[in-house]
């Protein structure tokens, strides 16, 4: 069984989430842990597990460069593969983490969504205590 959580970040604050949970998830099975920049989208059927992690951008929208991976999902549907999905936002914008909505709503329909994760700006240790349990809902096992 093997993990990837896939990111982008410009001012740090998603790639410091993403860490904590690489840091927490890699203690329990083999985990990728790459920006969306160095991602290869041929590799996702690779992977059981597939993390991904988002700032929101303009008004609730994602970033320019996770529109092709969201793209990618959209259109090659994989109800096996069990997915999270967590990003940064800002409560001062109307939607706050719109990015992870949108992600979380195609990732719902088109996947075997687990998990979702919102923080504002940088992790502060009551973020830091969640991951865990993150982590512990993304592995855990599906009884259909
Ligand atoms: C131009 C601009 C638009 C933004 N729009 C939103 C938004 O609609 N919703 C939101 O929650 N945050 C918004 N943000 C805040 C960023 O998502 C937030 O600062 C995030 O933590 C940045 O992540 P990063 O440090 O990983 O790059 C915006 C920030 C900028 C500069």
Not at 18 to 33: G, K
Not at 72 to 87: D, Q, Y
């Amino acid at each position: 069984m093997k993990a990837c959580i896939v990111y982008t970040s410009t001012t740090g604050n998603t790639e410091e989430v993403a860490t904590a949970i690489y840091n927490q998830l890699v203690s329990h099975i083999d985990t990728d842990l790459m920006s969306i920049d160095n991602f290869e989208f041929s590799t996702i059927n690779m992977y059981d597990y597939f993390i991904i992690g988002t700032y929101t951008w303009g008004n609730g929208q994602l970033p320019t460069e996770m529109k092709a991976l969201y793209q990618r999902i959209e259109t090659h549907a994989n109800k096996h593969l069990r997915t999270a999905v967590f990003g940064t936002g800002d409560r001062f914008y109307p939607l706050f983490c719109g990015a992870v909505d949108r992600f979380r709503d195609m990732l719902y329909e088109k996947t075997d969504l687990a998990v979702t994760f919102k923080v504002e700006l940088s992790p502060q240790q009551t973020d830091y205590n969640k991951v865990p349990i993150f982590v512990d809902r993304m592995l855990a096992v599906q009884v259909s």
